[in-house]
């Protein structure tokens, strides 16, 4: 037996346990209480042939150990940590993935041969779930559930990351609609299972190789895991007859996307539009909500973008519903072949002139490769050419984004969960010439001063510490441009501000510098 999992064990204060059919495991007995250090795949004598020798053999790459690596999940030492709670920090790991090991994964064999298999891609989670069942209070509760949903449910269970929250959603959801739950489980664990053909798809579409195709290939897997997170996350949150949609956007949503953002960044492609299968679809807003494969996927991009709010972005969902019902509501569409990628709302306003943006959602896999910008250029081309207005709602953060392509900001006001949201406008017909002004124009005039007023064109540049827009915004001035320098607790914000009507002079001369 001590041949059979490495000779490196011999003379060692080790233990050999079978932890699940077909699973062997070596606990460091060393320090007192097991430790799983190993693991290994057990075969029956059926299953290998003998040797010439004697020996049995099935093949010495299946009968390697496979050593937890734990550093993987530790990570390297942070800044201000003794190398003493660092270690400290490691066995506390050690000790709760053996307990999970040795209580858990009996009730989930197949799990315990798929971590046999590829153990750094479900590492992390095993040890926010080991945690997790060290913490509760009723760790019966989740063998209860593994003997019920197998290792499906387990595996859901792990890669949610068993933060305190989403443990009892997973839980609760499965007690209060086990028939439901097994879906999402199932097509989940589909998706993961999906994971070794990250590395054919990355190859075909990027023409990467040798280490950087390697690089590009765990990213791929990363963001596909990190990112189907968020939609098992919106379909356990889901109890409406949305929920067989959502599982297959669980099950279909991300190998074409993770594939493209690494060909993006790797510069085999060099933007969306030249994946194969791209097309842009403008549909109506009544069509789109009698296509239930439409109204999923969408859904799904949108409560994973605002699945940090209290309410994993439900009410957003529903004003987004709500305004789909609008006469001339249109919805454009970025996809590749039937997944979308990006997708922005236009509505009409009776009491104004122009058309108002909103709903803007990029898939999170995409926010990299600026799906978001080629839609508002879209949007420029398909309306603003054409003597149409735009007018939309933002963020701060986005309203810079927006001003790079002619947006003004024309007034601001709070939002509970946003901070300051400001109204922007795209106008057809008026140019700003601030808009054009470089960062060290803008820096040379406002000098170490945090206010700035041109004395010929009436143009104000105004520096804050908070993200807080000045208050002449919407008061006879509109915000041409914002400048964000720094990071955290030590950013600042410059604002730049031109008269609300420009007069043609103004609006032909830029100030002196």
């Not at 060909?263 to 807003?285: C, K």
């Not at 109204?295 to 529903?318: H, P, R, T, W």
């Not at 799906?371 to 007018?391: D, F, N």
């Amino acid at each position: 037996m001590l041949h059979y999992i490495g000779k490196e064990f011999y003379n060692k204060e080790v233990a050999i346990r079978e932890l699940a059919p077909g699973v062997g495991g070596v606990l460091d007995m060393s320090a007192g209480s097991p430790v799983l250090t190993h693991t290994f795949t057990i075969f029956s004598a059926e299953e290998i042939e003998p040797t010439k020798s004697g020996w049995r053999s099935a093949g010495k790459k299946d009968t390697q150990v496979t050593p937890i690596a734990y550093e993987h999940v530790i990570g390297e030492r942070d800044q201000g940590e003794s190398q003493l709670e660092h270690d400290a920090h490691l066995e506390t790991i050690k000790r709760n993935v053996t307990k999970l090991y040795q209580e858990v994964l009996p009730h989930a064999p197949e799990y315990a041969q798929i971590i046999q298999r590829q153990p750094n891609y479900e590492l992390k989670g095993i040890t926010e779930t080991a945690y997790w069942l060290e913490q509760s209070e009723n760790p019966e509760r989740l063998i209860a559930f593994t003997e019920q949903f197998g290792w499906q449910g387990l595996r859901s269970f792990v890669q949610l990351g068993a933060n305190e929250r989403m443990a009892e959603e997973v839980l609760s959801f499965a007690h209060e609609s086990p028939e439901q739950a097994v879906r999402v489980f199932e097509s989940y664990a589909g998706l993961l299972d999906r994971m070794d053909t990250v590395r054919d798809v990355v190859r075909r579409e990027t023409g990467c190789k040798g280490e950087a195709c390697e690089e590009l290939i765990e990213a791929a897997r990363e963001r596909l895991l990190r990112k189907t997170v968020l939609y098992l996350t919106n379909a356990l949150g889901t109890q409406d007859g949305h929920q067989r949609d959502l599982a297959e956007v669980v099950q279909d949503a991300y190998p074409v996307a993770a594939s493209l953002a690494a060909g993006i960044e790797s510069g085999a492609l060099r933007s969306v539009q030249d994946m194969e299968g791209f097309r842009q679809d403008v549909v109506s807003g009544t069509r789109a909500l009698q296509d239930a494969n439409l109204m999923g996927d969408m859904i799904a991009i949108y409560k994973a973008n605002y699945s940090q709010y209290d309410d994993g972005g439900a009410g957003l969902v529903e004003q987004f519903r709500e305004k789909l019902t609008h006469e001339d509501a249109k919805v454009h569409l970025w996809r590749i072949r039937d997944e979308v990628l990006a997708f922005v709302l236009v509505t009409d306003r009776p009491e104004e002139a122009d058309l108002y943006v909103s709903a803007l959602n990029v898939n999170p896999a995409l926010v990299d490769a600026k799906a978001g910008t080629g839609l508002v250029r879209e949007l420029e081309e398909t309306y603003v050419k054409q003597g149409v207005a735009l007018s939309a709602e933002a963020t701060l953060d986005n309203a810079a984004g927006y001003c790079k392509f002619g947006y003004v900001a024309t007034a601001a006001h709070e939002d509970a969960d946003e901070g300051h949201i400001l109204d922007v406008t795209r106008y057809p017909d008026r140019d700003y010439p601030t808009q054009s002004w470089k960062l060290s124009k803008i820096l040379h005039l406002l000098q170490d001063e945090d206010e700035y007023t041109d004395p010929e064109t009436g143009v104000r540049l105004v520096r804050t510490r908070a993200p807080t827009p000045p208050g002449e915004l919407g008061r006879g001035f509109v915000m041409t441009n914002l400048v964000r320098i720094g990071k955290g607790g030590e950013r600042s914000y410059i604002f730049v501000l031109e008269p609300e009507h420009p007069t043609p002079a103004h609006a032909a001369t830029a100030p002196r510098t």
